[in-house]
């Protein structure tokens, strides 16, 4: 009986190591069939990501090299690229740090801003939006906007671009000039002298007191001559002394005329006749005429008086540097903007009486060219006449422009007034105007884009290089042809008769076209067009900026192909792993049953090393059990298997401590966790796979593991910490790899952080780790928002 007993249990074990080698050598390959499959793959994915790149490279270098601020943001707002003028102007690098651009706009601006950006998203494009932005260095700046949106294939807008144009020195000098016209005007039309501007002797404009002193109406006076316009009392020298102003004899005269006035009364004016000549040739272009009623001479006094009250005023408010001689180079009249100019620190009025004679030496160490500055104040004040627009340049960079008035009573000579405007602005700003223009010409003759100015009926006037290029046609081919007709096939040229419907309505946009290249060839062009306007605001034409994307439109078909072989490969990817899993699953539970019935029908033969070995069985079965439904889950995890909804992070966690094993020792608590959008199946796995391990590994008498959440400002940081063995640095990143375990723990089948970290790279996540062998681990994890 016994002898056949044991002949039993041979043959048992037997079969048992055959079943056991049957089984392995089936897991063994169908775990190198999963692995070719996942190597092909990946070899899937690094060929289409080679080819996206290779896009991305062929569209990088259209814009960055833009003079203007070039940025590309999501439709939140937050920027995505900026080239270098963009990080000029804002100080802010996106590539450094996230930059969100609403945040950039000041206070008072901010719901102008909302509204744009909503007509941006609903109109597909804003133009000539202006909005002042504070830079990271504080500075207000003042920006010009033109901007679009790019639209995905369902026609959505997924991100905008703009080009941001810095026009604050722009506005700042209309401002000034503004303001200079309307003071000056203010001048004029309260001054009690009535001033009028005349060609060839018939006025052109007059202001209040040249109606009030002829007592004639505005529709009387213009156009007439102010001799036609009164009845002289007296003989007069007046038509003579305006002949030869308008001859050039003189540059001034004055003349007195005592006649009748429209309501009969005898008045006495004094007329002062001035030449405003072309400063470029010399030309007398126009004449101002000053007329004063001199009847009354003390009630002329009195006005005189508060005439010059006034004008003191407001030429200490004018932006130009005032000074007023006499006769005697003695100061009469100056201004702070004179003082500021000049860094003179006395108040204007502690300079009136005080001699010029000698500041001309002591000044010309200001200027560039001190002899030159000396010699010409000597020959203006010599020649008594009227100077516009002299020119002075200073040691420090500044450019001035000087003005010089003679003035005259009845042919004496009685002083004179200089007026200093500081145009080093201006100066730069036209010197910039040229710079820019010349850089622009070389840019359009010399960049990559292709570009084409057409007139109202489609004629080409202007192509540069480029165009040619990815035509294939020279200038002289293209100049004076219809675009339309020389390049486009039918449906092209429907879709630019009707942009140039669009364009009359001012509207910029972007579109593609096929066109047939000089040598037949089909080609793909990306147009940008937008409306041309002459300097009256009528429109003469378009102007389309053209990149050719036929390269690019193959790759998107070769990339559709990739991805839909790709989905293909990780649908049947899917299944298979499905199948692996049953078919591995299947023997194992085979030999999990047999092994159930030999030790039942055995128990009382078995010693204590064949129940222990019958034990360690079932482990082993258990325990493959688990590797392979670990490697299915983790085959399984896909972006788009996940349900993100609003997930109270904090029960997720009171689940997990519920659902796992927790010894007594070991204590887990929790800070306050947020609600975020997430798969609550995927982040449970998350914390399951952490909080398991922390209370697998721990080693000491009294364990805890403590969970805490910081928010950042793109994303949520989570830290699982523990006080168990710890981990060495040299396993830091080993661990986050499949079937990578650092114990022999029967629990470990070395897949669960594998798991995390392609859960969280799900979620354009991070997972790191801080451990100290013998103290403890803290894994923390980021989610994007």
Not at 220 to 244: H, P, V
Not at 533 to 551: A, M, Y
Not at 710 to 716: D, K, L, Q, S
Not at 730 to 746: G, M, R, W
């Amino acid at each position: 009986m016994e002898t056949e007993n044991v002949a039993l249990y041979k043959r048992l074990i037997a079969r048992e190591r055959s079943a056991r080698k049957a089984a392995e050598a089936i897991l063994e390959q169908k775990s190198t069939e999963l692995y070719a499959l996942s190597e092909e793959l990946k070899k899937s994915n690094d060929q289409l990501q080679s080819l996206i790149y290779q896009k991305n490279s062929e569209l990088q270098g259209v814009f960055e090299n833009l003079a203007d601020a070039y940025v590309v943001i999501d439709i939140d707002g937050r920027v995505l690229k900026m080239n270098d003028a963009a990080v000029t102007l804002m100080g802010y690098d996106a590539t450094k740090e996230p930059v969100f651009l609403p945040y950039l706009v000041l206070e008072e601006e901010q719901k102008s801003v909302e509204t744009a950006f909503k007509k941006l998203l609903i109109q597909g494009s804003i133009t000539d939006f202006k909005v002042s932005i504070r830079t990271k260095s504080g500075e207000i700046r003042r920006v010009h906007i033109n901007a679009s949106t790019i639209l995905d294939e369902n026609n959505k807008a997924i991100v905008a671009q703009g080009i941001v144009r810095d026009i604050t020195l722009e506005e700042s000098k209309a401002t000034i000039i503004e303001e200079q016209k309307q003071q000056l005007e203010f001048i004029v039309n309260n001054s009690p002298l009535g001033i009028a501007l005349a060609i060839n002797g018939k006025i052109q404009k007059c202001n209040t007191s040249f109606k009030n002193i002829l007592a004639f109406t505005e529709d009387q006076i213009l156009g007439k001559d102010l001799k036609a316009l009164t009845f002289a009392a007296e003989k007069s020298d007046y038509k003579e002394q305006l002949e030869a102003l308008q001859e050039g004899a003189v540059n001034a005269f004055v003349s007195t005329q005592k006649y009748i006035t429209k309501s009969g009364q005898i008045i006495t004016t004094k007329i002062n006749g001035t030449a405003i000549k072309n400063p470029e040739n010399g030309m007398q272009i126009q004449e101002v005429i000053t007329v004063e009623d001199v009847t009354k001479e003390l009630l002329a006094r009195e006005q005189l008086v508060e005439s010059e009250n006034r004008l003191s005023a407001l030429i200490s408010r004018l932006q130009n540097g005032i000074l007023l001689e006499d006769e005697q180079r003695d100061i009469v009249l100056t201004n702070q903007m004179f003082c500021d100019m000049f860094g003179i620190s006395a108040k204007p009025e502690a300079l009136k009486g005080l001699s010029c004679i000698n500041a001309t030496e002591e000044n010309k160490p200001l200027f560039k060219d001190p002899e030159a500055f000396v010699a010409r104040i000597k020959e203006i004040i010599s020649a008594r006449e009227l100077v516009t627009g002299d020119e002075l340049e200073l040691k420090d960079g500044r450019i001035l422009e000087r003005d010089f008035v003679p003035i005259f009573t009845n042919g004496n000579y009685k002083g004179h007034l200089w007026s200093y405007t500081d145009v080093t602005l201006q100066r730069r700003y036209k010197n910039d105007l040229q710079q820019q223009k010349e850089k622009y010409s070389s840019i359009i003759a010399n960049m990559n884009l292709g570009l084409l100015e057409v007139d109202n009926e489609d004629r080409i006037l202007l192509a540069n290089q480029s165009f040619c290029e990815i035509s294939g046609f020279s200038k002289e081919e293209l100049i004076g042809k219809k675009a339309a007709a020389l390049f486009m096939k039918p449906k092209s040229q429907e879709i630019i008769h009707s942009k140039t419907k669009v364009r009359a309505r001012g509207v910029s946009d972007s579109y593609e076209v096929e066109v047939l290249n000089k040598a037949g060839q089909k080609r793909n062009w990306l147009i940008s067009g937008a409306p041309n306007f002459d300097i009256n605001g009528k429109l003469v034409g378009s102007i389309g900026i053209h990149l050719d994307i036929t390269e690019i439109k193959n790759l998107e078909a070769q990339k559709d192909l990739l991805f839909a072989n790709l989905e293909k490969s990780n649908r049947e990817l899917q299944e298979y792993a499905h199948v692996v899993s049953h078919d591995l699953k299947s023997p194992l539970r085979s030999i999990n049953a047999l092994a159930n019935w030999i030790k039942e029908d055995n128990l009382q033969h078995l010693d204590d090393q064949s129940l222990e070995n019958f034990e360690n069985l079932e482990n082993t079965l258990e325990k493959m059990e688990a590797l392979i439904t670990g490697i299915l889950n983790y085959s399984s995890i896909q972006r788009d298997h996940t349900q993100d909804d609003a997930t109270d992070i904090g029960s997720v966690i009171d689940g997990v401590t519920e659902l796992i094993h927790i010894p007594d020792h070991i204590k887990v608590k929790k800070g306050p966790m947020p609600v975020i959008p997430i798969d609550r199946i995927r982040i449970q796995q998350v914390f399951q796979n952490l909080i398991s391990n922390a209370v697998r590994y721990c080693d000491k008498a009294e364990g805890w593991v403590e969970i805490r959440y910081t928010e950042e400002a793109h994303r949520h940081v989570f830290a699982v910490e523990d006080n168990g063995m710890g981990i060495e640095p040299a396993y830091h990143n080993k661990i986050f790899k499949i079937f990578q375990s650092l114990t022999d723990h029967e629990d470990s089948t070395g897949i669960g952080l594998s798991i995390v970290k392609k859960i969280i790279d799900l979620y354009h996540g991070d997972i790191w780790l801080e451990s100290t062998p013998g103290d403890g681990t803290t894994f923390y994890f980021s989610l994007k928002k």
